[in-house]
């Protein structure tokens, strides 16, 4: 179906805080601690000269190098199954895992430079093809160097391996920064992940110095590839101009099918409740025996919170994500019997103060019986 907003809506894992110990003052052992947001801040090449990454944290993996910890996702952002990872020029190697609940299967499609294709669930063959197929410790090279989607589960035992192994035997790094794609495409929410990337330091710091950052005051590197890091000091390759981040998709203007009407019903204070008619034509009903129906939060890109739109869609008992390739999952109502005025009445939780201080709108749509979504847009 045609939904209110963008289809995917990969959330970068660096707008979560790096929390990152610090060394105790003389004579104490109270470690405290200094927290990071955005890939810039997190991994500028400072500290100790040579080895470590955004902290003088006084050890090197190995000579030369530095290491790169994955902060922590956790909690409620779990909730947002597409998320991605920069890896940036000057990657040797790559660990990345989570944890799943113990005895339950999950399937995931990452790809490395794009978005991954597969939406739709693994078949039972295809989940056990992923499962006896699995290769992990040399799977980073793999995703580097195939542009195809790459499929990993979990074999129900808790820890779940994403990504491993070294790009290849002799150390070698990866030339440009590039952001991996990681979907969710079947099973329960991890309940977190983390992850290490080790890289040689010198490349790294190059390729650092040529990434072209979003404007965003948490700043990740931009959706594209960032410049080829240059191969000596006096004759650095400049910097191709990034590509304009892709534009949140807006929501289609609404068609004229069905008439929609709303009133709020609830008092000053209290969480704003809707009255929603929902008025078709006897021709629409006798057409259509069930339908389908959408209320959703449009919460508008704002610099701050949001680099792009985000939407939350409202169940009767809750809000929700919408988890593609199943949007019946968020539905309102779902395969209601149709009837010339159906109405709805939510609350949506939060009062009218409350929802016009983050700019949010609520939108209405509903899916008829032949399966085409009618989008009646904003509504409040």
Not at 179 to 184: A, D, F, G
Not at 197 to 205: C, I, R, S
Not at 324 to 337: D, F, G, L, M, R
Request: charged share 15%; net charge neutral.
């Amino acid at each position: 179906m045609g939904t209110f907003a963008q289809a995917a809506n990969f959330v970068s894992v660096h707008q979560s805080a790096l929390r990152i110990a610090l060394p105790p003052a003389p004579g104490t052992f109270t470690y405290p601690f200094d927290n990071k947001v955005g890939f810039k801040e997190q991994y500028a090449p400072t500290g100790v000269t040579g080895c470590a990454i955004g902290f003088g944290t006084g050890g090197c993996a190995f000579p030369g190098g530095g290491s790169l910890s994955l902060p922590e996702f956790t909690g409620f952002q779990m909730q947002n199954q597409e998320f991605k990872i920069y890896i940036p020029a000057g990657t040797r190697s790559f660990l990345f895992s989570g944890y799943a609940p113990q005895g339950t299967q999950s399937a995931f499609v990452l790809r490395y430079g794009k978005e991954p294709t597969r939406v739709a669930a693994l078949s039972g063959s295809e989940y056990q093809s992923a499962q006896t197929g699995e290769r992990i410790d040399s799977s980073f090279a793999r995703l580097v160097t195939q542009d195809v989607d790459h499929f990993v589960v979990h074999d129900g035992g808790g820890t779940l391996r994403f990504v491993g192994g070294q790009l290849d035997a002799n150390r070698g790094s990866t030339d440009q920064g590039q952001w991996l794609y990681v979907r969710q495409l079947s099973g329960a929410v991890l309940f977190d992940y983390q992850g290490a990337l080790d890289v040689d330091m010198p490349k790294y710091a190059a390729g650092y110095n040529a990434i072209s950052w979003t404007t965003s005051p948490f700043p990740d590197p931009v959706d594209t590839a960032s410049p080829t890091t240059p191969t000596t000091p006096t004759t650095p390759t400049t910097p191709t101009t990034p590509t304009t981040p892709t534009t949140p998709t807006t929501p289609t203007t609404p068609t004229t099918a069905g008439s929609v009407t709303t009133n709020v019903v609830s008092t000053a204070g209290q969480p704003l409740k809707l009255d929603i008619t929902l008025t078709q034509t006897a021709a629409e009903v006798v057409a259509n025996g069930k339908t389908s129906v959408w209320i959703a939060a449009r919460i508008p890109a704002n610099g701050l919170f949001f680099t792009t739109d985000v939407w939350f869609f409202r169940k009767v008992d809750g809000w929700a994500q919408l988890v593609v390739p199943n949007p019946e999952t968020v539905a309102y109502s779902s395969q209601i019997t149709n009837a010339a005025t159906l109405k709805f009445t939510p609350t949506l939780d939060l009062t009218a103060e409350d929802l016009r201080a983050f700019n949010i709108e609520i939108y209405f749509g509903f899916k008829n019986s032949s399966g085409s979504f009618v989008n009646k847009g904003k509504i409040w």
